[in-house]
Nanobody, 114 residues
Framework: AQFVESGGGLVQPGGSLRLSCAAS????????IGWFRQPPGKMRTGAAC???????FYADSVTGRFTISTDNAKNTVYLQMNNLKPEDTAVYYC?????????WGQGAQVTVSS
């Protein structure tokens, strides 16, 4: 299994970004896939996940601002991030959200700053 994250960048507070996670070596259909983030100097934590039927779950800190979705035909998971805040600054990763994690990708750097 392999994950390749993209779409990060520098954005002003209140702005938006859309992250993509291209998965290979397995089909995302049938797994719960999550977006995780690691702020500078802090541990990696879960931000959002989506299960096979399409039910979504969000951390309290991103509820109402972030939306996770999938395109099974492209084997890709997305994270639409709106109304970004400086505290959203982190490296964002995707991986399975249950069971043993597969190898982590390089992540996507998101920096929210004016």
């Amino acid at each position: 299994a392999q994950f390749v994250e993209s779409g990060g960048g520098l954005v002003q507070p209140g702005g938006s970004l859309r992250l993509s996670c291209a998965a290979s070596g397995f089909s995302i259909n049938g797994y719960t896939i999550g977006w995780f983030r690691q702020p500078p100097g802090k541990m990696r934590t879960g931000a959002a996940c989506i299960n096979s039927p399409g039910r979504t779950f969000y951390a309290d800190s991103v509820t109402g601002r972030f939306t996770i979705s999938t395109d099974n035909a492209k084997n890709t998971v997305y994270l639409q991030m709106n109304n970004l805040k400086p505290e959203d600054t982190a490296v964002y990763y995707c991986n399975k959200a249950s069971g043993n994690m597969w190898p982590w990708g390089q992540g996507a750097q998101v920096t929210v700053s004016s």
